[in-house]
Structures are given as C-alpha cells and as structure tokens.
C-alpha cells in the first residue's frame, strides 16, 4: 500500500510540474464540452429570406409577415423578377425566396388556390429539407385563416411550391463530398509539412541547415513546394474521383477551382511549418496539427453543422477558419457554376490567411536560427 501511495504522489508531482499534460486534461475537455455543446446545433434560425412579391396586397404582405415573425427567417432583400434570385443565391445572400404571384390576394378572398413558389438553395441539402419544412409549416398556419366555417373537402388556399436549386434532388452527397474535400486536403497538407521542421530536429539536421546559407523563406518556400505538389494531385485525385463515383459535378471552371484550391492548400501547408516551429518532436507536432485542422474544419467550417444555428460568439469565431471561405468557394464552383466574381471575398479570405500564415512560419523559424 505505502508504495502505491508513493508511486501516485510521484506521479501527481509529476503531472503538476508538466503544465502541457496539465492543460490537456483541465483545458481539453471543457472545450469539447464548449465546443460541441454549441455547435451540435442542427435547428436553423436566422435564414436569410428574398421576397419577389408580385401581388402587392394585404394578404401577401400577411404572407410575408407570418415568415419574418415566425423566427426562422429573417427578410434580406426585395427581389425583382428576373435573375436577381439566382445571383442573390449564388454569393448566399439569401438561403431561400417567396415568390407570390399576381392575383394571389383576390384568390385567396374568393375562396380559390393561391399557388406561391419558394425557391431554396439547395447547396446543403440537411439545411434546404429543414427550410423546406419551415415553409410549409408557415403557410399551412397563414392558409388555415382563409378556410371557410366549417372547412370543406377543398384543398388548402395556399399552395406550396417548392424549387429546390443546385440540388433538385436533394442528395446528401453533393452536400457532403465537398466538405470531405476540404477536410482531407486539410488534415493532410498541416500533418505533411507540421512534421517535416520536427523530423529535422529529432535528427539532427536542423542544425546543418542553419549553418547552410539559406534563409527562412527560401527554406519555407522549398520545404512546402513538394508538399504543395503532393497535396494538390492528392485533392484534384479525390475531386476526380468524387466525380466518377458520387456524380459530384463540375458546373463551374476548372481554372477557378485551381485558384481557390492552391490559396486553401499555401495556407494549410503554412500552418502546418508553424505548428512545426513551436513543437519539439514529431509527436506533438501531430497532435497539434490534428487539434487545430481536424475540430475547425468538421465543426466550425460549415461542413455538417450550419453556422447560423450557432451563437453569436461561436459565429464570429468560424471567420478565422479557412476551411469556411473555400467551402463556399468550392460550392459555388461545382454546384452552382458561380464564376471568380461571385466569391472575390472568399478567395481574397484565402489569399490574406495564406499570407499571415506564411510570415509567421518565417518570423518564428527566423527567431529559432538566430
């Protein structure tokens, strides 16, 4: 008994000088606990809502307000007929659009069926199938006021028709497959390259690069081009192959997606020489690299979990992750055929992360080789 107590207050001594191992057991799982807690959160509030009303009348207003005071929908734009919807989709301005045609007020006072079309972007299917329900639910709550006392065998007044975009068929695939893409050349571009700077310091040969007359950047810049390379047949192979197994399509340019793909992989590959920097062998740069690509890009990217259900303070958090610009980026190209205008400020996101990430790297490694 005396020397378990011994070898436990050995070991408790031990854990409390360690502050790392310290950290991961008090810190990690409150975070999760923050973490998940927040983001597992599939209820959609907030959606951004165009209205194209063309009727004009007590009753469509009516319509509209039942959808803003609903609470799941909040009005972002009047539409004009025309192409205006699909490109206040395209940048996901808007997640969904009323349309309500002429004669809908008349109709619905005359004891006739008003047909009204909501178009939602279907780009997340989890998210358009909940919108759709939202909708429905709306307008058979607004349609039972205008049933006659008592109500007869005729249908509803109102008539949903739902149009669902990108995604008629609302396939989870097409929803997924993208987020798999930047979640793969993610997680793998920040390990390649967290590891590469450690491995040379387990070996030694850290030092002999030192002494070599290279600097910082040449040497971030030659230790990621291989890496580079790699990563980007390993994302363009898993593209191909989503095409040629799940139907993934290509609807946008190729010329695009190679822009938007080759800033999220110098940013991810950047990080990862960083990461590299501050860790001291191969073991915890892996763990670190895992930590800060892995729960990023599953949870806070948009990738499963929508970031309109999230709080306020979560959300501000999702700017910071790249993982979120080249998802928006990536759907625009492959599922709505959105060309470089259309998501500029994503691809800038992109460019401006890939910078700082970059200097960084070079400012930490240079600050270790002096």
Known sequence: MRSQLAVARKELRQIVRDRRTLLILLFVPAFFLLLYGYALNF?????????DDRDLTPQSRSMVSAFVNSGYFDLAASVRPGEEASALMDRNQVGAVIVIPPGTGRALLTGRTAPVQVLINGDNANSATTVMGYALSILQSESARYLPEPAGAAGPPIALEPRIWYNPQLR???FLVPGLIA???????VVSTALSITREKERGTIEQIRMAPV?????IIGKSIPYFAVSLASALGIIGTAMLLFDLPMRGSWAALLLALSLFLIGALALGLFISSIADSQQVAFQMALLASFLPTLILSGFIFPIASMPAWLQAVTWLVPARYFLVALRGIVLKGAGIGTFWTELAALAAYAAIMVILASVRLRRQWR
Do not use: E, P
């Open 43 to 51: 209820d959609l509030r907030h959606i951004a809502l165009g209205v």
């Open 172 to 174: 989870s695939t097409l």
């Open 183 to 189: 979640y793969i050349a993610m997680i793998t571009a």
């Open 215 to 219: 600097g910082t950047s040449s040497f």
